[in-house]
């Protein structure tokens, strides 16, 4: 069973950083490409960031270019997700996620909170 576990959330006050950390099982780790994602109350799911199988290609969406970072270890089957200089807009429940075959699995989530 493919399963992915999201932590590192919290409160942070603008301009502060978290690390994500989203910790992969039931699946050939190395053999995909991993996304981040958020959702912010009330609104849609939006795309974060991509890093394809072998790490050495990423993606972001403009709305975090510069202030958000994707990496991954293969050997540790785990991806992150470094943001600095977190807005208040920043705050959303954030997820990562892998295309597997037909399904699109993601994880629970992690709650971040950007609030002075």
């Known amino acids: 069973e493919v399963q992915l576990v999201e932590s590192g959330g919290g409160l942070v006050q603008p301009g502060g950083s978290l690390r994500l950390s989203c910790a992969a099982s039931?699946?050939?780790?190395?053999?995909?490409?991993m996304s981040w994602l958020r959702q912010a109350p009330g609104k849609g799911s939006e795309w974060l960031s991509t890093?394809?199988?072998?790490?050495?290609?990423?993606y972001y969406a403009d709305s975090v270019k510069g202030r958000f970072t994707i990496s991954r270890d293969n050997a540790k089957n785990t991806v992150h997700l470094q943001m600095n200089s977190l807005k208040s807009e920043d705050t959303a429940l954030y997820y990562c996620a892998v295309e597997y075959g037909t399904d699109y699995v993601r994880g629970q989530g992690t709650q971040v909170t950007v609030s002075s």
């Open positions: 039931g699946f050939t780790f190395g053999n995909y490409d």
């Open positions: 890093i394809n199988s072998g790490g050495g290609t990423q």
